[in-house]
Nanobody, 123 residues
Framework: VQLQASGGGLVQAGGSLRLSCAASGRTFSTTAMGWFRQAPGNEREFVASISWGGGSTRYADSVQGRFTISRDNAKNTVYLQMNSLKPEDTAGYYC?????????????????WGQGTQVTVSS
């Protein structure tokens, strides 16, 4: 699976952004998908993941209630709707394809990675 993330940008605190990740390959509809982020000087951290059919999702505590992950299997695309953004959400955001259909929350649960899209939240 090849992944292409987009939708990042500069936004003020309290604002919203929607990230998209377009996937190529025939296995997208049977694969869990996830989003991770990495800020300068920090390790990459889990943000959210979704099962192959979209019926199960997982979120990091830091984004629970503010971010929503979703997917459109007809379009081979996964989304991350980010609301009530905070300066601490500033990071490069990476989408990833899972090794199976279950939405994991560690890097080892994911086998393919896209390039990052930068999100910067100003205070």
């Amino acid at each position: 699976v090849q992944l292409q993330a987009s939708g990042g940008g500069l936004v003020q605190a309290g604002g919203s952004l929607r990230l998209s990740c377009a996937a190529s390959g025939r296995t997208f509809s049977t694969t869990a998908m996830g989003w991770f982020r990495q800020a300068p000087g920090n390790e990459r951290e889990f943000v959210a993941s979704i099962s192959w059919g979209g019926g199960s999702t997982r979120y990091a505590d830091s984004v629970q209630g503010r971010f929503t992950i979703s997917r459109d299997n007809a379009k081979n695309t996964v989304y991350l709707q980010m609301n009530s953004l905070k300066p601490e959400d500033t990071a490069g955001y990476y989408c990833a394809a899972g090794r199976g259909g279950y939405p994991g929350n560690t890097e080892s649960d994911f086998g393919s990675w896209g390039q990052g899209t930068q999100v910067t939240v100003s205070s």
